[in-house]
């Protein structure tokens, strides 16, 4: 069963930067589309962004232009630069497969709180 391990999250003021990683065990993550998803409080959990297993990438509208994902294959992790973090990015993020059917089980995300 795969596991994913988020990781990087923290509390940062707005403006300020963070980077996320997500460790996924096994050996099926190079074959995978991966994917950053975010919930905040009350809300749907959305996909942010994603990135094929070659490398081509996908971004939210809200998040084009401030966030970057890459990944690491030979290292199993995925990775989500942060930058130019605003108060409405606050949430708990989460990798997964979004191609996957079904979904691999949720991880326990990481928290990324916002605010002066």
């Known amino acids: 069963q795969v596991q994913l391990v988020e990781s990087g999250g923290g509390l940062v003021q707005p403006g300020g930067s963070l980077r996320l990683s997500c460790v996924v065990s096994?050996?099926?993550?190079?074959?995978?589309?991966m994917g950053w998803y975010r919930q905040a409080p009350g809300q749907q959990r959305e996909l942010v962004a994603d990135i094929s297993s070659g490398g081509s990438t996908n971004y939210a509208d809200s998040v084009k232009g401030r966030f970057t994902i890459s990944r690491d294959n030979a290292k199993n992790t995925l990775y989500l630069q942060m930058n130019s973090l605003k108060s409405e990015d606050t949430a708990v993020y989460y990798c997964?497969?979004?191609?996957?059917?079904?979904?691999?089980?949720w991880g326990q995300g990481t928290q990324v709180t916002v605010s002066s």
């Open positions: 997964n497969a979004p191609r996957a059917s079904p979904l691999w089980v």
């Open positions: 096994g050996s099926i993550f190079r074959l995978y589309r």
